[in-house]
């Protein structure tokens, strides 16, 4: 299948998804937020050339004529849009319902009246919460411990009731801890190298303990591809995960020691999340995709983190280095 759609292709891993449909020869329409700015994202730091044979769609993805119209014509869509903020889930939950659970049902809604012949809606490891076994596999309980998450499984069982209920040919796509180039502030791995880039002594984090399995931004987009060709992956929902874990004391610390030796950790207590909320561990189990597809990780965190590093040294103007991003 050539014509492609994705959604939230102005994002973190969206960005990079798209760019390599493109490369790998995909006829690729990209579905932006809609602003006054035109700005289309990460995508407009991509190579003219790249870019050049993307077809940009602005819009909402909580509009449901704007994403049927956007949907019109292609044959695999992949779903990525999405509010991910934990912390700004806290206080603004509506909308997470609006563009988690109802932007989700539109883009359901629409491939069922346009027989879409695959539809690939992406999850999150959050949705499980704290592990209550390890390896995570696709059979562990879901727990809502943020508003975030909460959306998230909502969006999931309502992917999965399109399945069964009118056969859509849908995947739910959960990739543990995603990082890279490209990644907001919100999240930890960006957080930790662009304070230190920007010359902070001190690293200002939230709780240091919790574990999590991080994937390459390279490696989940590799995962996504190989799961939209895998037929007996319709009416499933696969982890994408490496099975190996880091607390974020540790991580941090493997950061530091890239950057400056001599910087330290400390614990903010703004950053600290609700004792309840907190997901305290994730490790998650791969097996499900390699059963189906010939996905493994290629790069070892070393290797991320580094390539990571080497990015945002060319692009620190882009972060707000000296507040708390939520």
């Not at 490891?125 to 562990?140: L, R, W």
């Not at 305290?280 to 097996?287: I, P, S």
């Not at 290629?298 to 040294?313: F, P």
Request: proline share 5%; aromatic share 10%.
């Amino acid at each position: 299948m050539k014509k492609v759609l994705v959604t939230g292709a102005d994002g973190f891993i969206g960005s990079h998804l798209t760019e390599t449909l493109v490369k790998e020869g995909y006829d690729v329409k990209a579905f932006t937020y809609y602003n006054s700015f035109n700005n289309w994202g990460w995508l407009d730091t991509l190579p003219k050339d790249v870019l050049s044979q993307i077809e940009i769609f602005s819009g909402d993805i909580r509009d449901p004529n704007g994403v049927r119209t956007a949907m019109k014509g292609q044959e695999l869509v992949f779903h990525l849009a999405a509010l991910i903020a934990i912390p700004f889930s806290y206080h603004s939950p509506d909308s997470y319902v609006d563009t988690n659970i109802k932007g989700t049902l539109n883009v359901l809604q629409a491939a069922r009246d346009l027989d879409t012949q695959r539809l690939l809606v992406t999850s999150t490891s959050e949705v499980y919460g704290t592990a209550q076994y390890v390896p995570i596999d696709e059979k562990h309980p879901y727990q809502g411990q943020s508003p975030y998450s909460a959306t998230k499984i909502g969006a999931d069982r309502l992917a999965e009731s399109f399945y069964r209920s009118f056969e859509l040919p849908v995947t739910i796509v959960r990739p543990f801890n995603t990082y890279g180039p490209r990644q907001s502030a919100r999240a930890v791995i960006p957080t930790i190298i662009t304070q230190l880039l920007a010359g902070a002594k001190e690293i200002k984090l939230g709780s240091l303990t919790p574990t999590r399995d991080f994937n390459y931004v390279k490696d989940t987009v590799a995962g996504f591809i190989a799961l939209s060709k895998a037929k007996e992956a319709i009416g499933q929902e696969i982890n994408i995960a490496t099975m190996q874990e880091i607390s974020i004391g540790e991580l941090a610390q493997t950061i530091i020691d890239q950057i400056n030796p001599d910087a330290k950790i400390l614990c903010d207590e703004e950053r600290l999340r609700p004792v309840n909320s907190e997901v305290n561990r994730l490790l998650g189990d791969n097996t499900k995709i390699k059963s189906m597809t010939d996905w493994a990780p290629k790069y070892t965190l070393k290797e991320g983190i580094a390539e990571t590093i080497e990015w945002m040294k060319e692009n620190l103007n882009s972060y707000k280095t000296d507040i708390y991003n939520i």
